[in-house]
């Protein structure tokens, strides 16, 4: 099944605390993307990625790190997180940048910082 | 940047009534495409239309259909014969050719049996 496998679906951590929140698609597509979804602001991009090697900044990058070393991964890494990093995250994916193709979405990650 | 506005935080419908979702958007370009995405209370992210801006013909999918006005930049969302299974939150989306996806804020769609 063509899908963007993305783990955990909820965590809570503490200030400070490393985590890392993987995003797998099996579709071999070249676009990923990580966003935020915050009430009253929809969803709003972190990072994204053209394709292998190739990451740049969204909307909101600040506290965030991103890598994409294989075509069908790339994970979020919080160095150290805070409590206004607490949201619902999501990993989307499309083939290619071009606009014709929409976004096929991960199940999300619940992450409370407390 | 390219905007999406959705200016009705929460919308409510009667079952198997007809509701319609407002967006407008803002930008200077001419070719991009506009979407849809429904999320229920599972947080999938569902893509439930999707139009082209060089077409003039709304799209249409089952009891989905859009009013895309390209003067007025607005794209709104009609759904016929509402269902309880349509209760969830609407993003209304925006992608031009080289550039990533931009959402509104969402609209919550009750569904009252």
């Known amino acids: 099944e063509a899908q963007v496998t993305q783990n955990p679906r909820y965590l809570i951590t503490v200030t400070g605390k490393k985590l890392t929140v993987t995003c797998s698609q099996n579709?071999?597509?070249?676009?990923m993307s990580w966003y935020r979804q915050d009430p009253g602001l929809g969803l709003r991009q972190i990072y994204y990625?053209?394709?292998?090697?190739?990451?740049d900044k969204g909307d909101v990058p600040e506290g965030y790190k991103v890598s994409r070393k294989e075509k069908r991964n790339f994970p979020l890494i919080l160095e150290s997180p805070s409590p206004n990093q607490t949201s619902l995250y999501f990993c989307?994916?499309?083939?290619?940048?071009?606009?014709?193709?929409?976004?096929?979405f991960g199940s999300g990650t619940r992450l409370t910082v407390v | 940047a390219q905007t999406v506005t959705q200016s009705q935080p929460e919308m409510s419908v009667q079952e198997a009534e007809t509701v319609t979702l407002s967006c407008t958007y803002d930008t200077s370009e001419s070719d991009y495409y506009l979407f849809w995405y429904k999320q229920p209370p599972s947080r999938q992210m569902i893509l439930v239309i999707r139009q082209e801006a060089y077409k003039q013909q709304n799209a249409t999918e089952n009891r989905f259909s859009v009013n895309f006005q390209k003067a007025a930049k607005s794209f709104s969302l009609k759904i016929s014969d509402s269902q309880l299974g349509d209760a969830a939150m609407y993003f209304c989306?925006?992608?031009?050719?080289?550039?990533?996806?931009?959402f509104g804020a969402g609209t919550r769609l009750t569904v009252k049996p």
């Open positions: 990625s053209m394709n292998v090697e190739v990451t």
């Open positions: 989306a925006y992608r031009r050719s080289d550039n990533d996806m931009r």
């Open positions: 579709m071999n597509h070249e676009y």
């Open positions: 989307a994916s499309s083939l290619s940048v071009l606009a014709t193709y929409g976004y096929t």
